[in-house]
């Protein structure tokens, strides 16, 4: 009986103490690659994907509050030395409200369209119609119709003599035909200041304004046709000429942030938010409104919140290196 008791307790001090010696040795640290976060061992070493040396992952942060918008909560943060700032190039900004001006540019061409004059004639002809004839406007108005035209279009040339269609011009004022994509047709609406110029009259534009907007969408171009009437009483520009065009668009007074403040990861648009002074935090976004300089921001942020607003890419870098998993960027 006591050699039983014996040998247990020798047996206990074995597997302590063999306990003991691999808690000397695993430390429990997680080494992975900086250009691919996926990769996790538990020793040090290179990336099996691109060969780099891993780099020792540090603790996730849990979630924290921010303290302008305490409703807010980030997903995930994670902290940067005033050293490694300065050393990546860290500029902040404040989120705040004002003007947003984009400048849009169009292709287009003087009016000239024969089939279209033709159609509107024969409708334009049996106005007043009744009987048979009547049946003939209606069904010259679903030509116009097919033909992409709108109401406001058709209005227009109620208004003018449809020789339009033909010549370009109306007295003084000259016809466009203006190409607008269809991603910024909610931009372009009738009254919109124009600017037109053309190759063959170098060093000279044409204000104008849009007069209608049409109602089919090319399916090949992906372009609305809009219709922008210019001055030009020295008669240079000439039915079928081809111009650009140019439209300043404004949005007043809307949340607003740099443009290059905004991170596409390709799922979605974040920006990073310095939570305190050594602490940043990635932030889903929604974005409005976009000029060369300035996006607008409909849902993520509050006014009087600091953002990120250089430095971004590298910074996106030091947040899947320390985040891990929970920061869904991009994919190389």
């Not at 989120?95 to 509107?120: C, E, H, M, R």
């Not at 058709?154 to 003599?161: D, E």
């Not at 049409?214 to 210019?230: I, Q």
Request: a neutral charge; hydrophobic letters at 35%; aromatic letters at 8%.
């Amino acid at each position: 009986m006591k050699n039983k008791i014996v040998k247990f307790i020798i047996l206990v001090f074995v597997v302590f103490g063999l306990s003991c010696a691999d808690k000397g040795v695993v430390t429990g640290d997680i080494y992975t690659c900086p250009m691919h976060p996926q990769i996790e061992m538990d020793h040090e070493g290179e990336c099996p994907i691109c060969g780099m040396t891993l780099v020792k992952k540090e603790p996730m942060v849990p979630p924290e509050k921010t303290s302008n918008n305490p409703n807010k909560e980030s997903s995930g943060s994670f902290s940067l030395s005033e050293d490694k700032q300065m050393l990546i190039g860290i500029e902040t900004s404040t989120v705040a409200k004002g003007d947003i001006v984009k400048n849009i540019s169009f292709s287009g061409k003087v009016s000239y369209d024969p089939d279209l004059y033709s159609t509107y004639s024969e409708y334009r002809s049996l106005s007043g119609s009744i009987g048979p004839e009547a049946f003939i406007r209606k069904s010259a108005r679903l030509k116009l119709t097919k033909l992409g035209l709108s109401e406001s279009q058709i209005q227009y040339l109620n208004r003018k003599s449809e020789d339009i269609l033909l010549t370009g011009r109306s007295k003084n004022q000259v016809l466009i035909f203006v190409q607008v994509y269809e991603g910024e047709i909610n931009q372009i609406v009738n009254g919109t200041p124009m600017e037109v110029k053309a190759d063959s009259i170098p060093n000279f534009s044409f204000q104008g304004r849009v007069v209608a907007s049409g109602n089919l969408v090319d399916e090949t171009t992906r372009t609305l046709s809009v219709w922008c009437e210019v001055t030009d009483p020295a008669n240079r520009l000439k039915p079928q000429m081809y111009v650009q065009s140019s439209a300043k668009i404004e949005k007043k007074n809307v949340l607003r942030i740099p443009r290059e403040a905004v991170f596409p990861t390709g799922k979605r648009e974040i920006v990073y938010v310095k939570q305190s002074e050594n602490r940043f935090g990635p932030r889903s976004i929604q974005t409005g409104f976009v000029s060369t300089e300035w996006v607008e921001v409909l849902e993520g942020l509050v006014e009087g919140e600091e953002i990120v607003s250089k430095a971004n890419f590298l910074l996106d870098s030091e947040a899947k290196l320390k985040l891990g998993g929970i920061h869904d960027t991009h994919n190389h």
